[in-house]
């Protein structure tokens, strides 16, 4: 060829962006330069179509790279035949600041980073020019679809390039009528109400002079064709930066990077995750810390550090505008339900406090407790040994302080308090509707509905076999068949519940080991703490045994949830939903389902079957034939429950907290030490935020989880331990500022998306709230021993079952202990302690007729009557709480008022300026035919027909 000709031999291998086989053999090497030279031109005469020549390098490269014209009708990605479009390199200009293009014009809306292949080893070329061709190809099919690209080479490590991405308003247009973006037409003349006590709660809320009321706007879904009627007043502010970040990334998530028959191959992500790139974010307006010197630049990032993510602002209100603003209604919603769950979360730690306040002033002087400690009573009675042969006998008084403990959360002010809290429950669940619906007209996510959330682009490489639509009935791609659906769900449901049965049988493991080291501790260690006598009434075998087993438990649980984790992920990958809220609905349901057996089980293991059925010392029932079953203590196990409640929720907070912001803090260290410069260099925008940690796609969920599991402990078991909302409110205060500091500071920013409520959470909060107040009741009625006590006081100390003259609580620890005679025991069951004097019966838990009697051993009539009173409570309280949880539910409407009369109004002004568009639009279609059809003669109108011309 001449020197004119567009094709000359050069070492760039990737310039050939359909059919061509790159091989060793001179023969493909022409075929392929032939290729080269029939190609159309499309580019400028100055730029030459090239290939490599160097039979070294194209020994390494030998795949076939196939584009051919078969692409999906969505994608105006690069054809067959057409130029291969290349990113326009260019050096940083020194303005650190900068969220421009070089011009200083275009808008920075998203970054790409990938490692430069010329740079790597040789050995590894292969694998990088395979990479380079993928990349190469995906950036000219971005080109062609509208975006403008322009790289640049790192200041602190040559080998990163980054790829700075712009959407001219051309494109912005047509992707938001794409994603119905609703958009401003006219200011909002229905004025909002102020609240009346404003003036003392202003020093709560963010400063207006830095975060200054956004303006309010009836707003409408944009059409480029009426873009006249929309209130745009500049084409740079039009689009807020999260708009288009958001629009950039459809286009990203959908434009192709390589085409092998039939099989197109698309989206950022699987670039992402092949290494084709390492990174892809928007931008931060700013530094967190510092003011952008940049006088166009918002600053919102220093806004939302100063008043909201900062420390010292931990009493300020949440500004959910801005943080909506420049993260999007998915973030905002999350920091709107974690706000509000927290204020109303005041209300019940006030409510706790008083009746944990309660308990412990009348721990003194409750009568049971009191006689426990009695030298003269509780001293006097020996109670049997609660394991064979090893354990010995003891006096009851020895557990006069955790009966003392036992007041102050079994008492009569933590009925009221369970009561309170089913009623607080509902309360919460229906003003956060209500908050919600203002919320979702606020932020125009009211008719964000499923039609107009977009499949996810893994669904759409997937969409092989054809359906008939049964709604348009029009032929459309599914990814599987009806059967290959049911047998993905198949597979999903059988691993959820495989997993299940694991945590089931880690349960039982925790089981027997509290079976096998409470026999342990009761043969050895009341002799091994002779020593620590100030200790001693502490250190027993039923404490050691709780304890242990609950720090053994909770590290299992952070074990599976590490593993299950990533199971979970892969089956809900490999069911394959359609829209991305589909995917963290199904992904929620598995999670929650995995975390609530593996935090709640050994609690309702303590609760409702420890101590139940245990037998007597005569005829003890064992677990697995071998292991005797365990006991309560004569007060029950509702401080054993406590105590687990105590340890898994105070572990769980701190090392979430330890995880939030310790671990990303340390990552953020150790990167940038290890690409620190070593030279002082300005560095760019781009690269402080490659410097950062991603967040992740899953990143919101973790948090949501956190606070749902929180949330369970605090509804589920509150019977057992009133402090569960006071210590759950100040986790979230902590909490609230620890995700606002980590978001603004140590993670990139996120792709904004779109939310209308917080998802598959709410029906899960809703089927707590109905669970916890069943739990509650039962806690109440078969854990704790107030029951009993009631049962005594009214029935059992009068005649003609007592003694007394007027009820009373005096007896009631004589009268719940059975009686059993020690001759009595069986050869496995008989204790080695044989030295106990005149001794010759024992004392254990349980209402059953003493040795002697006909029915000797059998349920006494105590008994019926304790079980009948407590299946009555258990009814009695049920009914009451959902009769007023019903009435509640039914009297609160779930959108206000105010806020039905905005929607009412913004859709009247948009079928007012539809209406008004399609009339403007007819009659400028139908003036050239009445202008034909329609002529005055003489005066008159007379109807010209076209067959009279």
Not at 536 to 549: G, I, K, L
Not at 559 to 569: G, P, Q, R, T
Not at 573 to 587: A, G
Request: proline share 5%.
């Amino acid at each position: 060829h001449s020197s004119r000709s567009p094709c000359r031999l050069r070492a760039v291998p990737l310039r050939l962006p359909w059919t061509c086989r790159i091989t060793a053999t001179p023969l493909d090497r022409l075929l392929c330069c032939e290729s080269v030279c029939q190609l159309p031109l499309t580019m400028s005469e100055h730029e030459i179509l090239e290939m490599d020549s160097d039979p070294g390098d194209t020994e390494l490269v030998d795949e076939e790279q196939l584009y051919s014209q078969d692409f999906l009708t969505t994608y105006a990605a690069v054809r067959e035949g057409e130029g291969m479009f290349k990113t326009e390199m260019t050096e940083f200009n020194n303005e650190t600041d900068s969220l421009f293009f070089v011009d200083g014009k275009r808008r920075i809306d998203f970054v790409l980073v990938y490692e430069d292949e010329e740079k790597k080893e040789y050995e590894k070329r292969q694998v990088h020019q395979r990479r380079k061709r993928k990349r190469e190809y995906f950036e000219a099919s971005l080109i062609k679809m509208g975006l403008e690209l322009e790289g640049v080479r790192s200041v602190v490590d040559e080998k990163i390039i980054f790829v700075k991405v712009h959407a001219p308003w051309d494109v912005l247009c047509t992707y938001a009528e794409v994603l119905h973006i609703k958009l401003p037409i006219e200011a909002n003349d229905l004025a909002s109400k102020e609240s009346p006590f404003n003036c003392f709660t202003k020093c709560f809320y963010p400063s207006e002079e830095l975060i200054k009321p956004e303006a309010e706007y009836f707003t409408a879904p944009f059409e480029k064709d009426r873009i006249e009627y929309f209130h745009v007043t500049d084409r740079d502010t039009f689009f807020t930066p999260s708009m288009r970040s958001r629009m950039v990334y459809y286009i990203l998530s959908r434009a192709p990077y390589e085409v092998r028959g039939k099989i197109t191959k698309f989206g950022i992500t699987k670039l992402l995750d092949g290494g084709v790139y390492k990174a892809a974010y928007p931008l931060h307006d700013c530094r967190f810390n510092v003011k952008s010197e940049d006088k166009n630049c918002p600053n919102e990032r220093y806004l939302l550090y100063k008043e909201w993510a900062h420390p010292l602002s931990f009493y300020k209100m949440q500004p959910l505008d801005l943080i909506r603003k420049y993260y999007g209604e998915k973030i905002s919603i999350y920091f709107a339900w974690l706000g509000f769950y927290t204020k109303m979360l005041a209300f019940a730690a006030v409510v706790g406090l008083g009746c944990f306040i309660y308990g412990y002033q009348t721990q003194e002087t409750s009568m049971w407790s009191q006689e426990v400690c009695d030298p003269n009573i509780g001293g006097s009675i020996i109670m049997c040994p609660q394991c064979d042969q090893e354990c010995a006998y003891w006096r009851l008084n020895s557990t006069c302080e955790s009966s003392k403990k036992l007041c102050i959360f079994d008492s009569f002010g933590t009925l009221v308090f369970a009561i309170f809290m089913a009623i607080w429950v509902t309360l919460f669940l229906e003003f956060w509707k209500r908050y919600q619906a203002q919320l979702e007209y606020e932020w125009d996510t009211v008719e964000f509905l499923e039609q107009e959330e977009q499949p996810r682009p893994e669904y759409e490489a997937k969409c092989v076999h054809d359906r008939v639509n049964p709604i348009t009935k029009v032929t459309e791609k599914v990814p599987f068949t009806k059967c290959g659906k049911c047998l993905r769900m198949s597979c999903g449901i059988g691993t959820v519940l495989f997993w299940i049965l694991l945590i089931i049988a880690s349960v039982v493991g925790i089981i027997v080991y509290r079976l096998a080291v409470f026999f342990a501790f009761s043969a050895k260690l009341r002799k091994a703490t002779k020593e620590l006598e100030p200790f001693r009434e502490y250190v027993t075998p039923q404490n050691a045994t709780t304890v242990t087993a609950s720090l053994i438990s909770f590290v299992i649980i952070m074990v599976l949830n590490i593993v299950y984790e990533k199971v979970a992920i892969w089956i809900t990958d490999f069911e394959l939903p359609r829209t991305q809220t589909e995917y963290e609905n199904s992904l929620t349901m598995k999670m929650f389902l995995f975390q609530f057996v593996n935090y709640y089980s050994s609690c309702f293991y303590i609760a409702f079957f420890k101590g139940k059925i245990v037998g007597y010392p005569g005829d003890p029932v064992y677990w697995l034939g071998r292991y005797r079953n365990e006991e309560c203590d004569p007060g029950g196990c509702l401080l054993e429950l406590t105590t687990q409640l105590t340890i898994i929720m105070g572990g769980k907070a701190i090392w979430n907290n330890i995880q939030e912001v310790l671990l990303p803090w340390v990552k953020n260290l150790i990167f940038r030490y290890c690409m620190s410069p070593r030279t002082q260099k300005a560095v760019p925008r781009w690269e402080q935020d490659y410097e950062l940690q991603p967040l992740g796609k899953l990143g919101l969920f973790y948090e949501y989880l956190e606070m749902v599991i929180q949330f369970g402990f605090v509804t589920l078991f509150v019977a057992s331990f009133p402090l569960a909302p006071l210590l759950a409110l100040l986790n979230n205060v902590f909490e609230i500022r620890v995700d606002a500091w980590k978001i603004t500071t140590q993670f990139r920013r996120v792709v904004p998306e779109k939310a209308q409520d917080i998802g598959a959470w709410q029906p899960i909060l809703q089927g707590i709230a109905i669970l916890a107040v069943v739990t509650n009741a039962m806690i109440i009625a078969f854990t704790s021993d107030m029951i009993p006590r009631l049962v005594y006081y009214w029935s059992f100390s009068v005649y003609p079952y007592g003694e007394h003259p007027d009820h009373t609580m005096m007896g009631y620890i004589n009268n719940s202990l059975s009686v059993f005679r020690i001759s009595d025991f069986s050869n496995e069951s008989l204790p080695l302690q044989l030295n106990l004097g005149n001794i010759t019966t024992c004392r254990y838990r349980d209402f059953r007729y003493p040795p002697g009697h006909p029915k000797q051993y059998e349920y006494s009539i105590y008994y019926w009557h304790v079980i009948a009173a407590k299946l009555a409570f258990i009814i009695v309280m049920e009914h009451i709480v959902y009769f007023t949880k019903f009435i509640l539910s039914y009297i609160i409407p779930d959108v206000p008022i105010e806020v039905k009369e905005q929607i009412k109004r913004e859709k009247y002004l948009t079928q007012k300026l539809l209406h008004e568009a399609s009339l403007k639009l007819v009659t400028r279609r139908m003036k050239p035919i009445t202008d034909k059809l329609l002529k005055r003669s003489d005066g008159d109108f007379k109807l010209i027909t076209e067959s009279s011309e």
